[in-house]
């Protein structure tokens, strides 16, 4: 059955017809989004949901999208998404964070224009039939100072744009290295000493807890007299009544704004005040950056729900279509090995170490540790998957952690997960052989040989003779039948470890008399989604 995807907000022609073109099934009704309570009547039925900015994906919403997988925002911002409940629900956030990169970067390039030589107001009193040439006196980009907060994607534009009006440009980012600002072209700095140098400030950076009002009170009064502030990022990240009374005694000389704290911004403390420019957040509002995310995310969704690629996530790791098919044999290793240990343990958990040895190092190791990660957490949570069962460690207190090493031993490439308890540690390698198929190659150190199959019995013992008549006569005496088995030992009368394939699943009772024979000391069965 073809995937099928409701579209609940304005999306283009083109951008329809490219899931239809994938064998996706589309369901386009652009004002849906607006109407809550008829949205959660029917998102049950998808498996995708693509939006831009009016349908707000809640808490409430993911609780009636039960087949839902992937959310696919037609732009870069999320904030109409609730993220830690899609995260989970194991629901994918996909965003377009290039499709209107230049747009936003030209438009606060408009705006610092605009305010530099009050555009807007000059406009308004030029259509009244004024000429009053000597009251807009403005002043020139080219040798002033711009302060660029956040060099990132848009940034970086700003950035290229600003030196090409002849600007010095310096920037703040703690995650800007000096290799990348040289490129740029920009002088790395500090807070403070961007706000005490620069003739222009201007804001790329998302609304998180540690930038929010990242220009305050107190770091307005820091800045140059006589700069000009410009915001087309996240409203938000500005005190907009401390910025209104810098502008009310002249300390800042005026102000663009492209985005508000509360949007629809119908109420501002800077509307209305001299040489403030403000625009209703037209910064992705061009035609080209409308269709290009428009495309962008079709495609994204689309190849996620029919191959597996994950693009733009803010949720997940990034897999090509590629990777996906040459990962796809090591995630369901990864899957397994994490599912063996998980229905193996019984007490709370406290570290899980993936170790990834020789190819497999190599590959898209945040990919494979989510699918690790996901085996572990099924046993007790069977809803999880790779997008919540890191959420759902972490909520635990589990650490986590990641180890890679050279090719060692007979195997080309092999993981190893290790699961640590308060009193215990259980670890399991696998790999993946030719034939593309998963197998187990060491449990408790015991070298082994297994394929994984769906339903699977699991003993420990001292390696005595009669363990196999035992398991043999126990399996048939009760209507259990074995279809294969493979035996591994530590050494000659030590450890042993026994792995039956069975038809079917044994009852507790089976299970009950082959520990009363009290040669086992451990009899655990397995399942496996195969």
């Excluded at 229905?343 to 040895?357: D, G, R």
């Excluded at 035992?470 to 030590?494: P, Y």
Aim: proline fraction near 4%; aromatic fraction near 4%; hydrophobic fraction near 45%.
């Amino acid at each position: 059955m073809a995937p099928k995807v409701l579209i609940s907000d304005s999306l283009s022609d083109a951008a329809v017809q490219i899931f239809r073109d994938r064998g996706i099934d589309v369901t386009f009704e652009p004002g849906l989004g607006k109407d809550k309570d008829r949205l959660a009547d029917v998102i049950g039925q998808y498996d995708g949901l693509a939006i831009r900015s009016a349908t707000k994906v809640t808490e409430k919403l993911l609780d009636r999208a039960t087949n839902l997988k992937v959310v696919g925002r037609a732009g870069i911002g999320t904030d109409n998404i609730d993220k830690d409940a899609a995260s989970r629900r194991g629901v994918i956030v996909m965003n377009t964070p290039f499709g209107n990169m230049i747009t936003t970067a030209e438009h606060a390039i408009a705006m610092m224009f605009a305010v530099a030589r009050q555009i807007p107001e000059a406009n308004t009193s030029t259509h009244a039939g004024k000429w009053e040439k000597s009251r807009f006196m403005g002043v020139e980009l080219s040798g002033k100072t711009l302060g660029v907060i956040g060099a990132g994607n848009i940034g970086g534009i700003v950035c290229d744009r600003a030196r090409a009006l002849r600007m010095k440009v310096v920037a703040y980012d703690p995650f800007l290295s000096e290799d990348r600002a040289t490129k740029l072209g920009v002088e790395k700095v500090e807070l403070d000493d961007l706000l005490a140098r620069a003739d222009f400030i201007t804001l790329h950076v998302p609304l998180t807890e540690q930038t929010k009002n990242i220009l305050s009170a107190e770091s307005i009064a820091k800045t140059k007299p006589g700069v000009r502030i410009i915001n087309c990022a996240r409203g938000g990240l500005v005190d907009e009544a401390a910025l209104a009374e810098a502008l009310k005694s002249g300390h800042v000389a005026g102000a663009a704004f492209d985005v508000f704290a509360e949007e629809p911004a119908t109420n501002s403390p800077l509307f209305n005040l001299p040489n403030v420019v403000v625009t209703p957040h037209l910064g992705a509002a061009t035609t080209e950056a409308q269709e290009n995310v428009a495309l962008q995310v079709a495609e994204q969704m689309s190849d996620y729900l029919l191959t597996g690629a994950v693009t733009n996530a803010l949720n997940m790791p990034s897999v090509t279509a590629e990777e996906a098919k040459v990962m796809g044999p090591w995630v369901k290793v990864a899957e397994h090995l994490g599912a063996f240990v998980g229905q193996m343990t019984n007490e709370p958990l406290k570290a899980i170490e993936i170790i990834y040895n020789g190819s497999v190092a190599s590959m898209n190791l945040e990919a494979l540790n989510c699918s690790a990660i996901a085996g572990v957490m099924k046993a007790t949570n069977p809803d999880v998957n790779m997008v919540s069962a890191p959420v759902v460690a972490r909520e635990r207190g589990v650490e986590i952690s990641t180890t890679h090493q050279d090719k060692s031993g007979a195997f080309d490439g092999y993981i190893k997960l290790v699961v640590k308890t308060a009193t215990r540690e259980r670890s399991i390698a696998g790999t993946v052989f030719s034939d593309g198929k998963p197998r187990f190659i060491q449990i408790k150190g015991i070298n082994i040989d297994a394929e994984v199959g769906a339903h699977m019995l699991y003993t420990t013992n001292h390696d005595e003779p009669g363990i196999i008549g035992t398991l043999g006569v126990t399996m048939g005496e009760n209507g259990v039948n074995i279809a294969n088995f493979t035996l591994g030992r530590s050494d000659r009368g030590k450890d042993a470890i026994a792995l039956l394939y069975l038809d079917d699943q044994p009852d507790a009772d089976v299970l009950d008399k082959l520990r009363a024979t009290g040669l086992f000391q451990n009899v655990s069965p397995l399942r496996f989604n195969v």
